[in-house]
Nanobody
Framework: EVQLVESGGGMVQPGGSLRLSCATS????????MNWVRQAPGKGPEWVSRIKNGDGSTYYADSVKGRFTISRDNAKNTLYLQMNSLKPEDTALYYC??????WGQGTQVTVSS
């Protein structure tokens, strides 16, 4: 059974940082591209970032480019998202996703003073 479990969310002031983790099981993690997706209150899902399985190439939405860094540890079957210079508009439920079919339960990030 594919499982994706996010952690690391919380409340932080604008300009602060958080590191999200996504522990995975039930599939060969190193064989798949992985994504972070977020959903703000009252809005649809927004793709945030992707990391490829092969060469580890990374891609970012314009809204987070230069502030967020996606990474993976294939030995630990874990995906990460380092978020710096957080803004109130980054407030959302953050999900890791293997594809449109497999998402975790999400971890809440709230950026507020």
């Amino acid at each position: 059974e594919v499982q994706l479990v996010e952690s690391g969310g919380g409340m932080v002031q604008p300009g602060g940082s958080l590191r999200l983790s996504c522990a995975t099981s039930g599939f060969t993690f190193s064989s798949y591209d992985m994504n972070w997706v977020r959903q703000a209150p009252g809005k649809g899902p927004e793709w945030v970032s992707r990391i490829k399985n092969g060469d580890g190439s990374t891609y970012y939405a314009d809204s987070v480019k230069g502030r967020f860094t996606i990474s993976r540890d294939n030995a630990k079957n874990t995906l990460y998202l380092q978020m710096n210079s957080l803004k109130p508009e980054d407030t959302a439920l953050y999900y890791c996703a293997r594809s449109v079919s497999y998402w975790g339960q999400g971890t809440q990030v709230t950026v507020s003073s």
